[in-house]
């Protein structure tokens, strides 16, 4: 478990929540995060049910469950959405998804869809807090067909949901890639086959190239921040994956 301030100000913080520890959500570390503006915060992919306890006690450091003003969920998959319906009896905040998830949802046991709002391929503006915004940036096909990003331009940290995830054995343990040669192995496999197509990173990457990005934030694993940020989109920028990858199977095999 870690709780970490990724950027901090008088009146503003970015918060790593809390990072599941490898024996939980499946043994695949997952990341929680807190962005707070003056008393307001907003939650980023609270995680799945095994995890909510120890996130909400880790967010109870900063700000009471009145003070959320949004939940985002970056995609679809239960070690996301998992812990919503807890989540939902405390927080009365609207969530926001992308705008195909909203039908989906309700097959996690999810009943007042009246609170979720869909936000649109185009993305959006949230700027439900004075003097604060934040930009909900498509990541289509990364992997889900309807990822968000969030970016926070007071922090210039782009959460990044499954884009640079890595799956780290349990023997590595470090917070930031300060040597992205070395995090390479962790992030390729994942990336080759959760990611849909080079088209749709080189789509992603026009979307964000006008952002001042100093650190990406992802759902799993550790936090880009220095030179790995560059390091990453260039990376990733010629990575051929998913689609671009593809190979037949042979024959299916007779019952």
């Not at 939940?71 to 998992?82: C, E, Y």
């Not at 037949?248 to 007779?254: A, L, R, S, V």
Request: aromatic share 12%; net charge negative; charged share 20%.
């Amino acid at each position: 478990m870690r709780n970490i301030t990724l950027f901090e100000n008088d009146n503003h913080r970015f918060i790593l929540l809390n990072e599941s520890e490898p024996g939980e959500e499946d043994g695949i570390r997952s990341n929680q995060y807190l962005v707070t503006h003056n008393d307001e915060g907003v939650l980023l992919d609270p995680g799945g049910f095994g995890v909510m306890p120890r996130v909400l006690s880790e967010m109870l450091r900063y700000v009471e469950p009145k003070q959320i003003k949004a939940i985002f969920l970056s995609h679809q998959d239960p070690d996301i959405v998992g812990g919503l319906s807890t989540w939902m009896e405390l927080i009365t905040a609207p969530i926001f998804v992308s705008s195909i998830w909203i039908r989906f949802l309700p097959h996690y046991g999810l009943k007042d869809m009246a609170r979720f709002v869909g936000v649109p391929n185009e993305g959006m503006i949230w700027n439900d807090v004075d003097e604060f915004s934040l930009k909900i940036v498509p990541a289509h096909f990364l992997h889900s067909e309807g990822q968000i990003n969030v970016y926070d331009p007071i922090s210039k940290i782009l959460f990044t949901g499954d884009i640079g995830a890595a799956m780290l054995p349990v023997e590595k343990d470090y917070v930031f890639v300060d040597d992205f040669d070395a995090h390479l192995p962790f992030i390729e496999s994942f990336h080759r086959r959760y990611m849909c197509s080079n088209k749709a990173i080189l789509c992603w990457l026009e979307t964000i190239k006008d952002l001042d990005i100093q650190i990406l934030a992802p759902q799993h694993g550790p936090i880009y921040r220095g030179q790995a940020v560059q390091q990453f989109f260039d990376w990733f920028k010629k990575l051929e994956c998913g689609v671009d990858v593809m190979q037949p199977f042979g024959h299916f095999p007779k019952g």
